[in-house]
Nanobody
Framework: QVQLVESGGGLVQVGASLRLSCAAS????????MGWFRQAPGKDREFVAA????????SYADSVKGRFTISRDNAENTLYLQMNSLKPEDTAVYYC???????????????????WGQGTQVTVSS
């Protein structure tokens, strides 16, 4: 059974940092691309960041570029999202997502991801 479990969310003030983690189990983590998405109240789920299986290539939404960093530890089956200089508009539920086994290209589209976590809430207060 595939499980993606996010953690690290919380309530922070503007300008603060958070590090989200996504622990993966039940799948071959190191053989697939991974991504982070987020969904704010009343809005559609949107792409945040993606990373290839090797971690060599990454992609970011323009709204987070320069502030967020996606990374992975294949030995620990864990995906990370370091979020710095947080803004109120970053408030959302953040989801970890895994692509199909063997995918080698980055994707910013939610439909390209096969498995999803339950999400972790990030709230940035002004």
């Amino acid at each position: 059974q595939v499980q993606l479990v996010e953690s690290g969310g919380g309530l922070v003030q503007v300008g603060a940092s958070l590090r989200l983690s996504c622990a993966a189990s039940g799948l071959s983590f190191s053989d697939r691309g991974m991504g982070w998405f987020r969904q704010a109240p009343g809005k559609d789920r949107e792409f945040v960041a993606a990373i290839t299986w090797s971690g060599v290539s990454t992609s970011y939404a323009d709204s987070v570029k320069g502030r967020f960093t996606i990374s992975r530890d294949n030995a620990e089956n864990t995906l990370y999202l370091q979020m710095n200089s947080l803004k109120p508009e970053d408030t959302a539920v953040y989801y970890c997502a895994a692509r199909t086994f063997g995918t080698t290209v980055l994707s910013t589209t939610a439909t390209a991801y096969t498995y999803w976590g339950q999400g972790t809430q990030v709230t940035v207060s002004s």
